[in-house]
């Protein structure tokens, strides 16, 4: 069975400093890696993907994702985190063996707090 | 553009009751999922109709969930009787079929609070 493991509940940084939320993940095929964020009373917001090819993906509103297939990691960054990025973000995973549908297994949720 | 559209946005029923909640999907995407979050837990699969069809239901968590999408388009999504644990946030999000498929979009969620 596929897994996400989003190990901090919560991150804290100052703004303008760079901000990493860890995701770790577990399939028994290649996975498709997805990152969303959810701000107040809004529904989930597609970030990024990986899917294949470089390892770095880029995203929406500056986001960027690196998929390391060795340490099985799809941590999410931004070099310079604005109050506005505060949110809570999902990682996700499909494995590509299910077949057409998106089931998405999803992390706990990181509640990330960007402060002046 | 649209979004996806859930109603009611909170409900606040007693144990035993019946709740309906439903989902307007982006128009024109035949994919349509149930996701709920249960206390602050990950987000779990509930079911994924394609068009008007169940393609898979294996995260209805008992028969006391059922779920709808006559004609395609809308969805439903009943709970009869419900039950404390039935509570949590019921997240909604539709797709394209083909090259599109892969990026869900969500709606902002019902929360269902079972007294």
């Known amino acids: 069975a596929q897994s996400v493991a989003q190990p901090e509940d919560q991150v804290n940084v100052a703004e303008g400093n760079p901000l990493t939320v860890k995701c770790t993940y577990s399939v028994s095929g290649n996975p498709y890696l997805f990152w969303y964020v959810q701000y107040p009373n809004r529904g989930l917001q597609f970030l990024l993907k990986?899917?294949?090819?470089?390892?770095l993906v880029k995203g929406s509103y500056g986001f960027e994702a690196e998929f390391n297939k060795s340490q099985t990691s799809f941590h999410l960054k931004k070099p310079s985190a604005l109050v506005s990025d505060s949110a809570l973000y999902f990682c996700a995973v499909r494995d590509t063996f299910t077949g057409g549908g998106n089931k998405l297994t999803f992390g706990t949720g990181t509640q990330l707090k960007v402060e002046l | 553009e649209a979004g996806v559209t859930q109603f009611p946005s909170h409900s606040v029923i007693e144990k035993g009751q019946t709740v309906t909640l439903r989902c307007d999907p982006i128009s024109g995407h035949d994919n349509l999922y149930w996701y709920r979050r249960v206390m602050g837990k990950e987000i779990k699969f509930l079911l994924h109709f394609v068009k008007e069809s169940k393609q898979d239901e294996s995260g209805m968590p008992n028969n006391r969930f059922l779920a709808e999408r006559t004609g395609g388009t809308y969805s439903t999504l009943k709970v009869q009787p419900a039950e404390l644990e039935d509570s949590g946030v019921y997240f909604c999000?539709?797709?394209?079929?083909?090259?599109?498929?892969?990026?869900?979009?969500f709606g902002a969620g019902s929360r269902l609070t079972v007294l």
């Open positions: 990986y899917i294949t090819g470089d390892n």
């Open positions: 999000a539709s797709s394209l079929l083909g090259p599109g498929a892969n990026v869900l979009t």
